[in-house]
Nanobody
Framework: QVQLVESGGGLVQAGGSLRVSCVAS????????MGWFRQAPGKEREFVAA????????LYANSVKGRFTVSRDNAKNTLYLQMNSLKLEDTAVYYC??????????????WGPGTQVTVSS
């Protein structure tokens, strides 16, 4: 059974930085693409970033491009999202997701419970 557990969320001032992590278990982490999604209050869940199985290719939502960096450490079964120059509108619950293939195609098959990121002015 796949388990994804996020950590590292918290409260940060606008313009600051935060790194969230996601540890995976129950499946060979290195065989699957991974992604980050977020959901702000009153809004639908949206795509943030994704990374292929070996980390060679990444994809970002336009709203975070140039500010966020997704990476992975397959030896540690861990996915990261480095968030810089945070804005108020980045406030959301951030979810880690595992795709069913080596590339980020289709919808993820597994989700973590999420971690809250709050950006204050």
């Amino acid at each position: 059974q796949v388990q994804l557990v996020e950590s590292g969320g918290g409260l940060v001032q606008a313009g600051g930085s935060l790194r969230v992590s996601c540890v995976a278990s129950g499946r060979t982490f290195s065989n699957y693409a991974m992604g980050w999604f977020r959901q702000a209050p009153g809004k639908e869940r949206e795509f943030v970033a994704a990374i292929t199985w070996l980390g060679s290719t990444t994809l970002y939502a336009n709203s975070v491009k140039g500010r966020f960096t997704v990476s992975r450490d397959n030896a540690k079964n861990t996915l990261y999202l480095q968030m810089n120059s945070l804005k108020l509108e980045d406030t959301a619950v951030y979810y880690c997701a595992m795709y069913m293939t080596r590339v980020y195609s289709g919808s993820p098959g597994h989700w973590g419970p999420g971690t809250q990121v709050t950006v204050s002015s």
